[in-house]
């Protein structure tokens, strides 16, 4: 199929929308703070809607303030194809992270409507809330609801660092929190499928010189909850060898989990990023350490496989400092793998458009993630210079990104034709 006729997405377009959205929540250090209901949002969502009005959409707000524009099709009977991604940062974050996603999307739709062309199926562009959880802790907000995970809870519930309810936050943008989450939730029947452009935020890309990937399995996370007892005793007085120490054996758990997934030839990654350590007190001998295990992988056999071993490893670990070991929850978010339909129709995109894209698993959590549960769902990613994310430092070469927009603008066509 060739579309020859019809003018190519121009990056610089892309270049100005970043450039903008980055006034949007920018700090004095460099970086954009740009909170999900905060004015500097409002502001970000300002910009992109006269983007997206500039590009031919309709634009509209959903219940919960993800935005929407609207490219109608020649056949606005079929279900719709979806191109997302965030609009929200992390504190002191980067301009790409999210906001490039949606900046793509609006030019290629934007190359289509300066040259009057309609594809058959509407397309979707939306820049979704919430997805980095600052305000409520609870990541990917705008598509959980989108896709109906919050169907069953109130707009009271969640609460930000300062206590305000998403009801609260809801009402200062103007809108209604009355059955807002039932509302935000859209119909899988009227989506044929959605695509999601992102940085990579790891090294994968940079370091193999490739300007793209084609997202093949979005990792799982498992999280152990782990309590360490011991003694705590007088630092002085008590003898080497009567002691219990729960932060030594807590530092053995450190220790063994970064050598066993150092070990697993790039499988699974692991962490203990947080430790309490009671009483925590220079002349205490720690009586007790509460500790997060927390793998990652794109394969479910392998989380499975390490949340069945973490119990060998700390009975062993007890054993050998004379501390109880226990295992006291787990959160476990399984692996998403994105449509085999989907990474087939982006690679194919590919090869037509001349994109060198090679296959890459996303160790980080998308919005995409949430949409397999309800639609096929496909990714790129174009390469974050170091792998730098969630920084100011975080950067894309224009001409890498240039090779992603061409690949969705190709992907975004042949979905919707
Ligand atoms: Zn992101």
Request: proline share 5%; charged share 20%.
């Amino acid at each position: 199929m060739s579309h020859a006729a019809t003018p190519r997405p121009d990056i610089d377009n892309v270049r100005t929308l970043i450039a903008a959205l980055g006034t949007a929540g920018r700090t004095t250090q460099g970086g954009i703070t740009r909170m999900t209901y905060s004015p500097e949002y409002r502001r970000g969502m300002e910009l992109t809607t006269t983007a997206m009005r500039e590009a031919g959409m309709e634009v509209s707000i959903d219940a919960i303030g993800n935005l929407v524009g609207t490219y109608a099709g020649k056949d606005p009977a079929l279900p719709a194809v979806m191109s997302a991604s965030h609009l929200d940062t992390v504190p002191e974050g980067g301009e790409l992270d999210g906001a490039l996603g949606v900046a793509v999307a609006i030019e290629c739709v934007r190359t289509w409507h300066q040259a009057g062309w309609h594809p058959r199926r509407t397309v979707k562009v939306v820049a979704t809330v919430e997805e980095e959880g600052n305000l409520f802790g609870l990541g990917c907000f705008g598509s959980r609801a989108m896709a109906g995970e919050l169907e069953g809870r109130s707009p009271e519930e969640f609460k930000d660092a300062q206590g305000r309810t998403l009801s609260w936050h809801l009402r200062q943008m103007g809108l209604s929190p009355d059955k807002a989450l039932q509302a935000a939730k859209i119909d899988p029947r009227d989506i044929a499928c959605y695509v999601e452009l992102h940085i990579e935020q790891g090294e994968e890309l940079d370091l193999s010189g490739t300007p793209c990937a084609v997202v093949t399995d979005i990792a799982g996370i498992d999280r152990h909850w782990v309590e360490i007892t011991g003694n705590a005793n007088h630092a002085g007085t008590t003898r080497m060898d009567r002691r219990q120490d729960a932060l030594v054996a807590a530092a053995a758990v450190v220790s063994e989990v970064n050598q066993r997934a150092g070990a697993s030839n790039g499988q699974y990654v692991a962490t203990v990023g947080k430790l309490d350590v009671s009483p925590n007190a220079t002349n205490i001998i720690p009586g007790c350490v509460r500790l997060v295990i927390e793998t990652r992988s794109p394969k479910p056999e392998v989380l499975e496989a390490i949340h069945t071993d973490i119990p060998r490893m700390l009975n062993d670990i007890g054993a050998r400092f004379g501390v109880r070991t226990e295992l006291t929850r787990r959160l476990y978010a399984k692996p998403a793998p994105l449509h085999a339909s989907m990474i087939a129709a982006l690679q194919a995109a590919a090869e037509q458009a001349g994109v060198r894209a090679t296959l890459l698993p996303s160790w980080a959590g998308h919005d995409a993630k949430i949409m397999t549960t309800i639609v096929p769902t496909g990714m790129i990613f174009v390469p974050s210079l170091k792998g730098i994310s969630h920084s100011p430092l975080e950067a894309t070469r224009w001409e890498d990104i240039d090779e992603g927009l061409k690949l969705l603008d190709q992907a975004l066509r042949n979905l919707a034709a």
